[in-house]
């Protein structure tokens, strides 16, 4: 199947990371398109979150290159174009004095000088952004007196204030309710194919997630990427990857 996106946000050729003489990423290339829904799979430890530490230009390779926009990765300035939520970025202190209009408002930082005023168009986009996340409701409310859910879904509205083309997640469903998994699972898909903004995001919940997602990285020191993931969801797939016997739960059954 060829993938109709010719514009590469990120170009990774020759990717390894080791830390001394550990190796923790090996001889990794892939390209990320405008537009992709992309799924990031594989074993605690197989250098999933390294993989988009490397991306985001928080850790250095210890050989292969990265371009970001058709730009090296040292040479790449307009970080704004690129939205990051980590990991348990939303389990906030339940004392942290700051409201959901507030945490949403710091994501326009990035895209103005520190101390500066802001402008309308920050205010027009911390609103659009609290409005795609459905927070729009709860933005007098403190942070620390939310949901998982909720955190979860502003947290994603402050990486999206900036108006960025692509948004990475790194398990975001980590301490969050089935439902709200479910709410927040149709929210990305909505802001892909209304917004057209590409989204990488790790997770383990990929039965959830096999209905929507275009491509699926397995990332176990090596990648394999597969262009059509229901075909590639079998146990056997998901046991050889993970070491454990793995049982899928989704609604497709593959044909013989």
């Known amino acids: 199947m060829q993938i109709a996106f010719r514009v590469p946000i990120f170009e990774v050729k020759n990717l390894s990371f080791r830390v001394r003489d550990l190796k923790i990423l090996s001889n990794i290339s892939m ?18 979150t390294t993989l988009i530490r490397l991306l985001l230009g928080l850790e250095k390779p210890s050989s292969g290159e990265i371009k970001i926009f058709g730009k090296k990765y040292q040479n790449f300035k307009e970080w704004h174009k690129i939205g990051y939520v980590p990991q348990r970025a939303s389990l906030v202190d339940t004392n942290f004095p700051a409201t959901v209009e507030d945490i949403v408002s710091m994501g326009r930082v990035a895209k103005r000088k520190l101390f ?45 204030a900036p108006k960025p083309r692509i948004l990475i997640l790194d398990e ?51 990648a394999t990427i597969c262009n059509n993931p229901k075909e590639a969801m079998s146990c056997e797939d998901m046991s050889a990857l993970y070491g454990i016997n793995a049982h899928l739960l989704h609604n497709h059954k593959h044909e013989h």
């Not at 390209?31 to 999933?48: L, M, Q, R, V």
């Not at 057209?196 to 997770?203: D, E, N, S």
Request: hydrophobic share 40%; proline share 2%.
């Open 31 to 48: 390209e990320i398109f405008e537009g992709e829904y992309i799924a990031i799979i594989g074993p605690n430890g197989g250098g999933k």
């Open 116 to 160: 500066s005023r802001r402008s309308d168009e920050d205010r027009a986009a911390v609103e659009d952004a609290m409005k795609k996340m459905d927070v729009l409701d709860l933005r007098e409310k403190m942070v620390g007196t939310l949901s998982g859910g909720q955190r979860q879904r502003v947290m994603i509205a402050r990486a999206l």
């Open 172 to 222: 975001p469903n980590t301490g969050v309710d089935m439902v709200s998994q479910q709410r927040f699972y149709s929210l990305l898909s909505k802001l892909n194919k209304e917004e057209g903004i590409t989204i990488l995001f790790i997770t383990h919940d990929v039965g959830v997630i096999v209905d929507n997602i275009q491509r699926l990285f397995t990332i176990n020191q090596n």
